[in-house]
């Protein structure tokens, strides 16, 4: 018999009631076990117990180092001092989400949530922990940040408050003569409007509007008069990111793909309005930076999942490549100072911080991660591989392959990324490499509808065309089994949000292919998952999946969900949902699961009451990955 997996992710909402009928669903903590560090293969739980750093940013002084970690037991904001090294959490609770620096560099303004409802307050902290107050509190509206402009006196944001759909555009005056803090609308939006980087000494802020998952206007909005004026708004779909400000505020770099397949480094000129292209190739280029005062940009080039580091020279015009440890980058500059804050995640690394001295090009290592007692020289790095689909479309993806030799060819697990406009790469993946231990292969998927190969190709999943990436699985199955390097006679998949979907309906539409499934928040029902969803998401779903409202979209969408062929499903299934998932609510994967159950399949389910689209808590991702890795082992290593 076969033994093959499945997982993924994605975003929906509600189709039974919130009181689930069965108590064994809720995930209880238990003792863990990690073994010992000499322990070969190690234990999930020490590898999710490896912790790192990640949204580093340096202060605009250049001193002081913020990043997120759950070391704490949730995602909680620390400080490092540049000079001496000395750490300090600066954020306690719950967990936090997001984060900025405030222009000053003695405060920092950061976001949270209640357990993952994606609803965040947002509170202004200062570098000593000792001083704190609200911004902007909890409420049943949206909230997205944007920032501050140069004095730090104002700040900006876009919320649902006024109707609950769309995205207006505020400021808040952090007026220094008063102890309140007033807030003003200063541009209504439809649908989903986002400020970005505030100009110099300026009243300019770049506003961007969501067309579909991987497309943008740009406009910029006059904060004082709130006339809004349009920059780029292409026929064709475009993405538009990466905005940074030159220092005298008369131009903008940032990255786009209009007019061809990858994103190009541009710049905007607002005397004249026009843009130029700085830098083009075969890959695209992300993470833009602008360093030592208008000195250097750096950026980063996505490679096939990997990253390259690049630095520029405005006044020589030269152009160099920084060496750094393979992964995934992220990049900060300071104002002030000669260093660029490097953060990677990579294989053998849940998130390293490097320092790199733009003078001279010399790197350090600023904050090394907690591998909790693993040898990184054990973790093994992916190949970029591609494969034909029957159509003719090449797919791409990340083929690991375990270390130690067998008689027999390794299983295999495909794992599925969310969005759908999202990518795998070559980051920190724990689960992966406890596979890896146990001497399975995973395949990092990047099936049609995946960035980082093209315009053309981010885009072969849209509407009508929603089908062809799930039949992609299936395709990328057999280029397996004719390269001869896995069984696929014991092969699985699997992935979380959109990749959850995509699992849903491989397995309903191909019951034959895989043997086991995991679906981890994916969706059941579109019409239902198009209708409920999150405000932001709606804004994007018009364009990625169809405007739900319209009669044909509602036909196709009954038609094609995984709930109308979750009967032909034949192999044992592990569901996760977290009750209060705002974008793929847990009643999505809850019908999935009654339905599978009433037809007598085994059925793991992990359904979280204080967790959302993902899971954040340290306890909670451990008693996930030891559920996981118990089902792996009976489905498909035994």
């Known amino acids: 018999m076969k033994s093959l997996l499945i997982i993924t992710l994605l975003f929906a909402q509600p189709l039974l009631s919130k009181e689930w009928p069965y108590p064994q669903d809720i995930p209880q903590t238990k003792p863990i076990n990690i073994g010992t560090a000499s322990d070969r293969p190690y234990d999930i739980s020490r590898l999710i117990l490896a912790r790192g750093a990640y949204q580093a940013s340096l202060n605009p002084q250049g001193t002081i180092a913020a990043y997120v970690s759950d070391v704490s037991g949730a995602p909680q904001l620390w400080l490092m001092d540049i000079k001496d090294k000395k750490v300090?959490?600066?954020?306690?609770?719950?967990?936090?989400?997001?984060?900025?620096?405030?222009?000053?560099?003695?405060?920092?303004?950061?976001?949270a949530d209640n357990n993952g409802n994606e609803r965040e307050a947002f509170n202004l902290i200062s570098i000593d922990g000792l001083h704190e107050k609200i911004v902007l509190p909890f409420s049943e509206a949206y909230q997205v940040p944007g920032q501050f402009d140069t004095s730090g006196r104002h700040f900006a944001y876009s919320s649902t408050e006024r109707n609950g759909r769309d995205f207006d555009i505020y400021v808040v005056d952090f007026n220094a003569q008063s102890s309140k803090l007033s807030t003003r609308l200063i541009y209504q939006a439809e649908y989903f409007f986002r400020p970005h980087q505030w100009q110099p000494n300026g009243e300019l802020v770049i506003v961007t509007e969501a067309v579909g998952e991987d497309g943008a206007n740009v406009y910029l909005l006059n904060t004082t008069t709130r006339k809004m004026t349009s920059i780029f708004k292409p026929q064709i779909p475009s993405s538009y990111g990466n905005f940074v400000w030159s220092g005298s505020g008369e131009s903008f770099y940032f990255t786009s793909n209009e007019g061809q397949e990858m994103n190009a480094l541009r710049q905007y000129d607002l005397s004249s309005a026009t843009d130029r292209i700085l830098f083009s190739g075969d890959y695209d280029i992300e993470s833009v930076q602008i360093c030592m005062q208008g000195t250097y940009l750096a950026w980063t080039t996505n490679e096939n999942g990997f990253d390259k580091l690049h630095i520029y020279h405005l006044q020589r015009h030269n152009q160099q490549q920084i060496s750094l440890p393979e992964g995934v980058y992220s990049l900060s500059c300071a104002e002030q100072g000669n260093d660029l804050l490097v953060r990677i995640s990579g294989p053998a690394t849940p998130g390293s911080l490097y320092l790199v001295d733009l003078t001279n090009q010399q790197t350090e290592l600023l904050l090394a991660p907690n591998m909790a007692g693993i040898d990184d020289e054990d973790m093994l790095s992916p190949i970029a591989v591609s494969m034909p689909a029957r159509d003719g479309v090449t797919i791409h993806g990340l083929l690991y392959l375990p270390a130690s030799k067998q008689d027999t060819l390794p299983p295999i697990i495909f794992n599925v990324h969310g969005g759908p406009t999202f990518q795998s790469r070559a980051s920190w993946k724990p689960t992966i490499q406890y596979l890896l231990g146990k001497g399975v292969a995973v395949l990092d998927i990047n099936v049609r509808g995946s960035t980082g190969f093209g315009k053309t190709y981010a885009q072969l999943d849209n509407?009508?065309?929603?089908?062809?990436s799930?039949?992609?699985?299936?395709?990328?199955?057999?280029?397996?089994?004719?390269?001869?390097?896995?069984?696929?006679?014991?092969?699985?998949?699997?992935?979380?949000?959109y990749g959850g979907y995509m699992v849903n309906a491989v397995m309903g539409a191909y019951p034959d292919a895989f043997s086991a499934g995991i679906s981890i928040v994916g969706v059941a029902d579109w019409v239902t998952a198009l209708k409920t969803a999150s405000p932001a998401l709606k804004a994007s779903d018009r364009i990625e999946y169809g405007d739900i409202n319209e009669a044909r979209w509602q036909k196709f969408y009954a038609e094609n969900s995984p709930?109308?062929?979750?009967?032909?499903?034949?192999?044992?299934?592990?569901?996760?949902?977290?009750?209060?998932?705002?974008?793929?609510?847990?009643?999505?994967?809850?019908?999935?699961?009654?339905?599978?159950?009433?037809?007598?399949?085994?059925?793991?389910?992990?359904?979280?009451?204080?967790?959302g689209h993902g899971i954040t808590k340290v306890v909670n991702k451990i008693t996930f990955y030891q559920q996981l890795a118990d089902f792996l082992q009976v489905h498909l290593i035994d």
């Not at 300090?88 to 976001?111: A, D």
Request: no cysteine.
């Open 463 to 468: 509407q009508e065309k929603r089908l062809d």
């Open 88 to 111: 300090t959490q600066l954020t306690f609770g719950n967990g936090i989400t997001n984060y900025q620096w405030h222009p000053n560099g003695k405060e920092l303004i950061y976001g």
């Open 470 to 497: 799930v039949r992609d699985l299936v395709d990328a199955l057999a280029w397996l089994k004719k390269e001869g390097k896995v069984n696929v006679e014991r092969s699985a998949v699997m992935g979380r949000s």
């Open 563 to 611: 709930i109308n062929t979750v009967h032909k499903i034949n192999a044992p299934m592990f569901y996760e949902h977290g009750v209060n998932d705002p974008r793929d609510p847990v009643a999505e994967s809850d019908v999935m699961v009654q339905t599978l159950r009433e037809k007598g399949l085994p059925v793991t389910y992990l359904r979280f009451p204080d967790e």
